[in-house]
């Protein structure tokens, strides 16, 4: 079930792009990994939205998402300080967030579960938020963060990305989304930001 309103906007955004689309994919270190710790890694973590495309090849042809719905925005720089120095940020430590960024063993459980899925080890890694504040290349050029996920690109999608993308294609014919019917209702309307 698709819980959390921006994972269900990927999910329209990467159908709309002609994905086929999985959510909340659990993963967590295998029991044999040298550096697995029950008390630690029992707990499974999840992949938010993937996407496989049938007809695109390389690292554009599955979409891995993480989504941070987070409303007072995203601050790249901010993580990466906090996850750096192992802060402690609302109740738990930084990197817990961004553990197939930040930790080896949850990143190589995470690319097995990738390659298990869609039979590839080549993709893409979106971080998916409500807005960016500050340099989204910070985020997408950490070299940690690209050598966790085996050398594949990260990159930021924002809500307002989706939008843009989405907006002119939507029509009167019904959506098969909630999502999509609700931005039909909104075009419906008239609202823009410019109004």
């Known amino acids: 079930m698709k819980e959390d ?4 906007m990927v999910d329209e955004y990467l159908q709309h792009k002609g994905y086929f689309t999985r959510h909340n994919i659990k993963f967590r270190p295998a029991g044999d990994h040298a550096e697995y710790d029950t008390r630690q890694d029992a707990v499974h973590s999840d992949i938010d939205v993937i996407g496989i495309h049938p007809r695109l090849d390389g690292a554009r042809r599955v979409i891995v998402v993480s989504c941070k719905s987070w409303q ?10 906090a996850i750096a120095k192992n802060k402690v940020v609302s109740g738990r430590e930084a990197w817990r967030g961004f553990r197939e960024l930040t930790k080896e063993k949850w990143a190589t459980a995470f ?3 990738v390659a298990e899925l869609t039979g590839s080890s080549s993709f893409t890694y979106i971080t998916a938020v409500t807005k960016v504040i500050g340099s989204r ?4 050029d950490n070299a940690t963060f690209r050598e966790h996920l085996g050398g594949n690109p990260i990159e930021i999608l924002t809500f307002g990305d989706m939008l843009k993308e989405l907006f002119p294609f939507i029509d009167t014919t019904p959506a098969s989304s909630q999502v999509g019917r609700v931005l039909q209702l ?10």
Do not use: V
């Open 5 to 8: 309103i921006l994972e269900q």
């Open 72 to 81: 007072s925005g995203f601050r790249p720089e901010y993580w990466i300080d």
């Open 186 to 195: 909104i075009k419906a309307s008239g609202w823009s930001l410019d109004k």
């Open 111 to 113: 690319r097995a579960t």
């Open 137 to 140: 290349s910070a985020w997408q």
